[in-house]
């Protein structure tokens, strides 16, 4: 049993988590009210590596606060498995995948660096790394070159959107919690530019942002910007365009449907999990990482199912 009043809420793990929705909040607030106890929050050294608005409605509500410690070699190590977590979680690239994977790379890299991490193709010679992947790789970002599906390039260009990210948090967190939200669509290449901006010329994008808000904010669109002119030669001014590509019609069953035909194949990896091992014989540490994983995944479960269940609930 831990005592609430010693667990660390870290502002690097809190920064790596997006605020919860109503619901999810609505749910905790309903939990409390009924008197039902949290599971037991996810901690590092006291750190809570997870759930941390939950946390803080329990603690304040008086609960008793059960832990559930991991083991890390190092906080660096355990920041980007919480990173890599959370960033499995999202299915498509959005703007808050690519923070994580570029929050993920520093700690990942850091911690390769003070020989706190062994990763994948440590065995593997330099040359035969880039053989097989890429001629910028590095033993560092191998694991994630192929948990992501993603260059090495592209992993060192979300590091560096990272950087921009938390630069502007210490000017703005409530845009940085919109843009990566995707409540505010905005380029890369805007948000590094917002941060050379003055104080007046931030103001000025901020009153442009909120305007633009329903669309993608460009970089052309703020202050500062520097277009490059391009003199286009005289043979293409009446070239033709082509149209642009016709979308699929959006299908609002088709994540979902996609989902129920997934869900089968994790309850037969599962099973064979159970069947072929011998728990008994399983590590502590593999167990506690199991449990984690399967921790976030319950979570979801629950969440998703508070949710199709109003759905069903609203067509009776």
Not at 204 to 213: F, G, P, T, V, Y
Not at 269 to 286: C, E, Q
């Amino acid at each position: 049993m831990q005592q609430h009043s010693k667990l660390k809420i870290d502002p690097d793990v809190s920064v790596l988590f997006l605020p919860p929705d109503e619901k999810v909040m609505a749910r905790i607030h309903e939990d409390i009210c009924l008197g039902i106890s949290p599971a037991p929050f996810p901690v590092w050294n006291n750190i809570l590596m997870d759930r941390l608005h939950e946390y803080k409605e329990y603690a304040d509500a008086g609960f008793d606060i059960r832990t559930q410690p991991f083991s890390f070699s190092s906080k660096n190590a355990m920041l980007a498995s919480i990173c890599q977590l959370l960033a499995t979680d999202i299915p498509e690239m959005t703007q808050y995948k690519s923070y994580l994977i570029g929050k993920q790379y520093k700690y990942h890299k850091a911690a390769y660096d003070n020989g706190e991490i062994e990763p994948t193709g440590e065995h593997i010679s330099y040359a035969a790394l880039k053989k097989k992947y890429s001629k910028d790789i590095h033993p560092s970002t191998v694991e994630m070159v192929d948990t992501y599906g993603i260059s090495s390039a592209t992993i060192h260009e979300y590091a560096k959107y990272a950087v921009t990210v938390d630069a502007l948090r210490e000017r703005s967190p409530e845009l940085v919690t919109s843009i990566l939200a995707g409540k505010i669509t905005m380029s890369k290449k805007a948000v590094s530019q917002l941060c050379g901006l003055t104080d007046e010329e931030f103001r000025k994008s901020l009153s442009i942002i909120e305007r633009e808000k329903s669309g993608k904010i460009l970089a052309s669109m703020l202050p500062g910007h520097a277009p490059v002119k391009i003199d286009e030669p005289p043979h293409l001014e009446n070239r033709i365009i082509p149209e642009i590509k016709q979308m699929p019609k959006y299908d609002p069953d088709g994540y979902v449907s996609s989902l129920a035909l997934t869900i089968p194949s994790w309850s037969a990896t599962i099973k064979r999990v159970r069947d072929r091992s011998n728990m008994i014989d399983v590590s502590p540490d593999a167990a506690r990482k199991l449990i984690f994983q399967l921790g976030i995944l319950e979570r979801n479960i629950q969440i998703i199912k508070t949710e199709l269940e109003g759905v069903t609930e609203d067509g009776n």
